[in-house]
């Protein structure tokens, strides 16, 4: 009888550490605090002031590395995370926790899925990440308002997005993690202040507005590609 | 006599699974048929196939107002089957709050061998298509979750979708792909032009005399048996000043682009006035007009138009004799593409 209770704990116990999955975790940031929403005016590295209103982007095609060197990619598998909505922050990836030397992953949604009518999930074109009129999926958003901005209201509104080759905005991400234990939640700070600088400065003065695929948009994406940062391995 | 009664026994299982299986209520397929000597369509019918669930469904949601803000704007107020789905006597159709559209709605037709969507071919999807007009303020001006919202409180819809898709959930990939099914069904094949490519009527003399004048001066951008090529061009229509509409640039970026539309299929041609990407041309004179006179040749203009198109009075004559035998009435008048309980009235109230 004692057998048998001890395999059954056994059982549980394998099974437990099968459901346990490693977590992704994205904190959005604006330099090195906590972004809030709305009411905190920042400055971008030109000086302009800005709020933020929203800030989404698309999580795709994660790979971790282990410190074996082997891949372990997550397919089809498609994440929006956004910084409204604390719920998407946390990503369970379908992997066991363990020992990993690196993640990386797309900022964007791949050209198949832009090209294959309507999807579910994430990929809903309801969620407001997909442009009707040129089709394409929002690879990332950022809205808000700065004084700096020409427009009505003064706002500004980065939509990045283009799947085609010469209009390319998918950018992968990688992030060395080199653990020497089993990782269980890896913790990536988000930093909005970086789509203003970086490769290319971009200004809300001169450029309010990116809302179709093209040069400003892969500039924005490059841009934002240097936007991760690892906080925590855990 | 085992065996007999083995192969009783299976037959009477085949029966009663085939029974179960109707039971499950599983969609009943239809067949998409592609008309002699036509091409392969380029619609994906495996991700999507049609039944006559997902169909009916599609007609019902294609002539329903409630995909509109205020429910006055089906998808069939600028779509009308009578002028082959596009919008009768409009050059440009009206939307949602006394509002205009910035382009002449399109013939619906064919459309399972169009690559692309919109005069810009913007659209790479069909199933992706509704949702621009669904969601522009000028059109529909409706969100896909205030539908989603209006749509699942509608017992008959939810059982609807069941038949269709297997459960009553509605999603965006759902209500795209059942307008599918039904636009995918729209085919115009049966004009005279082409019974008698099918050897089952005759031209008289002038539409034959039109059709010789067609293929040596029109066919190579309406090219049969689509009467488009689906290509991009500037035809020398200068920008007009309100609408500033770049065509295909505003897709592309490219400034050889510019001012290029999709080359609009001519079947039906009698029955979708005006013409034009704007709608500017009321008449068909006024095209043929346009082409030996008025085009305004600019750099980004159609090489075989470099020295506009020259047509005589007698030329424009036997070319509307032969345009007119591509008018398709099974198509017009087929009461399977008319809305739901369909009972003379007309086709979507037009509201003004």
């Not at chain 1, 579910?120 to 004084?147: C, Q, R, V």
Request: hydrophobic share 40%; with cysteine; glycine share 6%.
């Amino acid at each position: 009888m004692k057998q048998l209770y001890m395999m059954m704990l056994g059982m549980l116990v394998v099974i437990g550490s099968f459901a346990q999955n490693l977590q992704l975790k994205f904190i959005p940031l604006a330099g090195n605090t906590s972004l809030v929403l709305d009411d905190s005016i920042y400055q971008t590295k030109a000086g302009e002031p800005i709020t933020v209103r929203k800030f989404l982007f698309y999580v795709s095609h994660i790979q971790v590395k282990d410190v074996h060197g082997k891949t372990i990619p997550v397919k089809n598998n498609y994440y929006l995370f956004s910084a409204s909505d604390t719920a998407t922050w946390n990503i369970a990836l379908p992997i066991q926790p363990q020992m990993l030397s690196a993640v990386s992953f797309t900022i964007g949604v791949d050209s198949i899925k832009n090209v294959s009518g309507i999807q579910t999930g994430a990929l809903d074109p309801m969620l407001g990440m997909f442009w009707t009129w040129n089709t394409g999926y929002i690879f990332a958003k950022l809205e808000g308002n700065s004084t700096a901005s020409p427009l009505p209201q003064q706002t500004f509104s980065y939509h990045v997005g283009g799947y085609k080759h010469n209009e390319n905005a998918a950018r992968t991400i990688y992030i060395p993690i080199n653990s020497s234990h089993k990782v269980t939640t890896i913790t990536i700070g988000a930093n909005v202040l970086s789509w203003f600088n970086g490769v290319n400065a971009l200004s809300i003065k001169a450029h309010p507005l990116c809302h179709s695929p093209g040069k400003l948009a892969m500039q924005i994406a490059d841009n934002y590609s240097n936007m991760f940062q690892l906080l925590k391995v855990q | 006599m085992k065996w007999q009664i083995t192969i009783a026994g299976i037959l009477i299982f085949l029966v009663i699974a085939t029974a179960f299986t109707n039971n499950g209520s599983k969609p009943t397929p239809l067949v998409f048929k592609v008309p002699p000597g036509w091409p392969q369509p380029v619609y994906d019918f495996k991700q999507n196939p049609v039944t006559l669930q997902g169909f009916e469904l599609g007609r019902k949601l294609f002539y329903d107002g409630r995909l509109s803000k205020d429910g006055n704007f089906p998808c069939a107020s600028c779509h009308q089957q009578f002028a082959a789905f596009a919008t009768y006597d409009h050059n440009l159709s009206h939307g949602y709050d006394n509002s205009f559209t910035t382009r002449n709605a399109p013939a619906l037709q064919n459309l399972a061998w169009q690559k692309a969507f919109m005069w810009d071919g913007g659209i790479n999807h069909l199933d992706a298509q509704p949702l621009a007009p669904i969601t522009a303020p000028n059109e529909m001006a409706e969100t896909v979750e205030n539908i989603i919202k209006k749509l699942s409180a509608d017992a008959e819809y939810r059982a609807m979708f069941k038949a269709a898709f297997g459960s009553p959930q509605i999603t965006t990939q759902r209500i795209m792909q059942a307008l599918s099914q039904f636009e995918v069904m729209l085919v115009s094949s049966n004009s005279k032009y082409d019974k008698v490519m099918r050897g089952e009527a005759q031209f008289n003399l002038p539409e034959s005399l039109g059709y010789a004048i067609f293929k040596q001066k029109c066919a190579s951008c309406h090219a049969e048996p689509f009467f488009t090529d689906f290509s991009y061009r500037n035809n020398g229509m200068p920008m007009d000043a309100v609408l500033k509409d770049e065509g295909r640039m505003k897709i592309t970026g490219n400034p050889s682009d510019s001012l290029k539309f999709k080359v609009p299929s001519l079947r039906n041609v009698a029955v979708t006035e005006p013409y034009g990407h704007d709608g500017r041309f009321f008449f068909l004179i006024n095209v043929f007009d346009h082409y030996r006179k008025n085009m305004v040749v600019g750099p980004t203009t159609d090489s075989l138009l470099k020295n506009k198109l020259p047509l005589s009075n007698y030329e424009i004559g036997q070319l509307t004799a032969f345009l007119y035998t591509l008018t398709d009435t099974t198509f017009l008048k087929n009461p399977r593409f008319a809305p739901p309980n369909f009972n003379n009235q007309p086709p979507a109230e037009h509201v003004h």
